[in-house]
């Protein structure tokens, strides 16, 4: 514990940066959240007593699997694939985009008490930032669209999502970052890319084509197939509890 209180002070500009990106998120998804339930004449809350004590499991379910990492052939060893999105994009189809990032920040936290950073912060935001680009635009679009077809749409465009923004924020802010936080070249970091991938390059672009970019399209299209052959069997138990509450607040609201 120590240890990573001494971690956040030794980076303190870079863990508010990482903070302020948290703040962001949450302010997105939540006008966009409030927009589609003005739209559909929705008048519960965004967050309820219940949806946070799901979301809760369903973070601490992502925790564990995020520690579950399975390296890539095609990708330095720091790039590893974990399936933390599979709970928190079925929970976000069940409850929207804001408990979408709430469990992305929620996984994020757990895990940095159960581990730690090794990274300097540096993998716990490139996590929630990519996951939340993939996460949001899914939920966004499955919250105006609940259908099976709408399901599959919002699972490609969050892969799509995932893929593009998670290859352009490492190329432009998460490698420069990871190279001066740790007082290396980044030049050597590319070099970790070509000793295990020959079409790495030996730019940062080359080497976000060849070992970034297919990581986060096989991590968007496993979380989104995972999602679409379980989701419709496990809503309903999600969902039980909260459509009684809400029922039964109705029922004493009419009274």
């Not at 077809?149 to 924020?169: E, M, P, R």
């Not at 979380?223 to 909260?242: F, Q, W």
Request: hydrophobic share 55%.
């Amino acid at each position: 514990m120590s240890t990573l209180f001494k971690t956040v002070a030794e980076n303190l500009l870079y863990v508010l940066s990482f903070l302020l990106i948290i703040f962001a998120m949450f302010v997105i998804a939540y006008v966009v959240e409030k927009a589609a339930k003005k739209k559909f004449g929705d008048t519960e809350r965004v967050l309820t007593t219940r949806k946070v004590a799901v979301c809760g499991v369903f973070s601490a379910i992502a925790a564990v699997l995020m520690l579950l990492e399975i390296p890539l052939f095609f990708a330095p060893a720091f790039y590893k694939l974990d399936l933390s999105e599979l709970p928190i994009l079925i929970g976000s189809f069940a409850f929207g985009p804001v408990a979408g990032v709430m469990m992305e920040f929620v996984k994020i936290v757990l895990k940095l008490f159960i581990k730690g950073t090794s990274t300097a912060f540096v993998g716990e935001l490139a996590n929630f930032a990519v996951g939340c680009s993939f996460i949001m635009p899914a939920s966004v679009y499955y919250l105006f669209h609940k259908n099976k077809k709408g399901a599959l749409v919002s699972c490609v465009i969050g892969t799509v999502i995932i893929t593009i923004f998670g290859t352009l924020f490492n190329a432009v802010y998460l490698l420069p970052t990871f190279a001066k936080l740790f007082g290396m070249p980044l030049e050597a970091i590319i070099e970790m890319g070509t000793a295990v991938n020959k079409f790495s390059g030996s730019s940062v672009t080359s080497f976000v084509i060849a070992c970034v970019a297919p990581l986060n399209l096989i991590k968007g299209a496993v979380n989104s197939l995972v999602t679409l052959l379980v989701y419709k069997k496990v809503s309903p138990i999600i969902k039980e509890g909260h459509v009684k509450a809400s029922a039964s607040v109705k029922i004493s609201t009419e009274d």
